[in-house]
């Protein structure tokens, strides 16, 4: 390693403590994301069963409208 590329790495060890340098092409982090998770709800429109993020429904589930009738209604 040269000079000008230890002098960058250390820079850039500066800024970033976490940065450990180049690894090449090749090399890919991966985080892994869990996936959300879901819940089977029937549309209070259509009756059809949708599967929704958890976090997303509302305290009555009775009441949901799925997306597709949603945009239905708004174009109506």
């Known amino acids: 390693m040269g000079r000008k590329d230890r002098e960058r790495f250390q820079r850039l060890q500066e800024c ?3 940065y450990v340098g180049y690894r090449g092409l ?3 982090t991966v985080t892994q994301v869990p ?4 819940e089977t709800v029937v549309c ?8 929704v993020a958890s976090d997303s429904l509302s305290g009555d589930v009775s009441t949901f409208v799925c997306l597709r009738c949603q945009e239905d209604a708004a174009c109506a």
């Open 44 to 51: 209070s429109m259509c009756n059809r069963k949708r599967n």
């Open 16 to 18: 970033n403590p976490d």
């Open 35 to 38: 996936p959300p998770q879901t």
């Open 26 to 28: 090749d090399t890919v």
